[in-house]
């Protein structure tokens, strides 16, 4: 897709700007997450499970790699259905840097390799990918506004290969700031559509969603909820809810 083609060569156009820069501060950022979710949904409108399941990530993160503001992160990420014990992963290598900030409001770009290993997806699915990701930030009337792209390009699948990219647009708004501990009310809408991913053609999903965020220190508690409606005959219309707990630690 020229989508995941652009953003790799704002990558390493992003790489090259930072050669000749001089030496930065590198930091190192760590975060643990576990929790639970109804079920595990995938951006191409399926659920899978009867639910709830576990899910729970490690993200490790390189501040300052190659230049200001970037990051170099990996990150494993697991669901298991808890009813059936049936365990699914992913896990990547990514690269995040700012290509524009503004004003007016700020642009980043993230790419990088991922392996997904998710039995319970038809056949079985043992994946090979290119993601991709464009994030557009800025404040309106003091409130943050986002837009964001995700896309995923499978290189190698046991399933049909292909490409989905889904759309969000989110705010988020204070709603308790007080001695250090913050409350946040993240909502917006979604919308997915695939080229050939596993098979999948067309329109897939809209959701629209919301999370309250309970920051902490190094802590945050996310409760959120999202309702779906199918934009094909053979997707339904759903809700998924989850509970996650995260951890950040600083070097």
Sequence with gaps: MFGNRLILLLLLGSLAAGQNAPPLARTWTASLTGGLASTFQMSLGGTFGDGPAFQNRLTVNLNNAFRAGDSFSAFGWSTTDLPTSAPN????????????????????????????????????????????????AKK???????????????????????????????????????????????QGPAYSRSWGFYGAEGNRAFRYGGALLLQRKA??????????????????????WYILLTRQLTR
């Excluded at 490409?163 to 009310?185: A, F, K, S």
């Design 89 to 136: 992963w992913q896990a990547g290598l990514l690269y995040k840097a700012p290509v524009l900030r503004r004003r007016a409001g700020s642009i980043t770009i993230t790419g990088g390799l991922q392996r997904w290993v998710l039995p319970v997806i038809k056949t079985g699915a043992k994946d090979w990918l290119f993601s991709g990701n464009l994030t557009y």
């Design 219 to 240: 802590a945050m508690l996310e409760a959120g909820f999202r309702q779906q409606a199918g934009l094909q005959d053979k997707i339904p219309d759903n809700h998924y």
């Design 140 to 186: 309106v009337k003091r409130v943050p506004v986002f837009v964001t792209g995700d896309s995923w390009s499978l290189l190698q699948s046991t399933l049909p290969t292909g490409t989905v990219i889904c759309t969000q647009v989110y705010t988020e708004h204070p709603l308790v700031t007080r001695d250090g501990l913050r409350l946040l009310l993240r």
